[in-house]
């Protein structure tokens, strides 16, 4: 687990908490990280990629975690 930075004047907890989510928001897009399979891209994650082929039904890149940290809510 990677630890917080160490405190910094200026930096309260609401900044803390900032650096916090945006790391655990970088480990979601890695865990959901775009695979090549044939001529499309999947969610290798959502796919259950295993290295050759999804064993699961394919879900296309970006997957709906991914739409739903990055597309602003409408």
């Known amino acids: 687990m ?4 160490p405190r910094r004047p200026g930096w309260g907890p609401a900044a803390m908490r900032a650096v916090r989510q945006d790391r655990a928001l970088d ?4 865990l959901h990280a775009p695979v090549k399979h044939g001529r499309r891209t999947i969610c ?3 796919s259950a990629y ?4 999804p064993t699961t039904p394919a879900v296309r890149y970006p997957c709906p975690t991914i ?4 597309e602003p809510d409408d």
């Open 67 to 70: 739409r739903a940290i990055d």
């Open 27 to 30: 480990r979601i897009r890695a």
């Open 2 to 5: 990677p630890s917080v930075p």
């Open 44 to 46: 290798g994650h959502c």
């Open 50 to 53: 295993d290295g050759e082929r």
